[in-house]
């Protein structure tokens, strides 16, 4: 499924501080932390943008962020919202996402696609076990004006910050077995995840050979 209503956008242009090094290059298990981000979201968007200052992604449209000196997320927005302008496509809606968050339910872009459907917010966020993720948001193209002013203007850079002046709304996730929003910022969070990766590797071969002998069974 693919909607032509929202541009999908990976947000990639971190400095990446707290792990010395730029963590979407960062391998997983056989993928870098940025192609698990792709693979998961691809088949859902008709357009994906990278927003990234430092590289450019084979068969993905990558930019920059339109003001420099990466002070952060926020300008990674607004920089999507002003490359749809500029491009003069019909989106009207932005969805982020991190690069460094690589088991999270793509059941969040459903929830984002009927949230635009309700459309009684300009702005939503992902929010699980009492916890928002402000990066995984869902953000309205109305908001590029003031978006744009209260950055150069007010020198807003916080995330959380603006969304609480401006008003946001929050889309309710479950908590799985494993917790999806686990996000890579240091060496030791990727050893994590490389166990986590390793026990959601098993528990799918586990519950596909459940189901293949559950086959065998009802067709024996």
Sequence with gaps: MSENNILGVVLAGGKSKRFGEDKSEIKLGSKTLLEHTLDKIKSKFNTIIIVSNNKIVKDYITIKDCIEGQLGPLVGVLSAMKWIKKNNYSHQWIA?????????NTSIIEKFIEATKVNDSLLYFVKSEKKRHNIFGLWSLKLIEILEKDIIENNHRK??????????????????????FFNINTKEDLAEAEKILTKYRNDWIQKSSKNTLKFKNNNS
């Design 96 to 104: 982020t996402f991190p690069c460094d968050t690589p088991f999270f």
């Design 159 to 180: 995330v959380e910050k603006w969304a609480d002046k401006i008003g946001v709304k929050t889309i309710n996730m479950p908590y799985d077995n494993i917790d999806q």
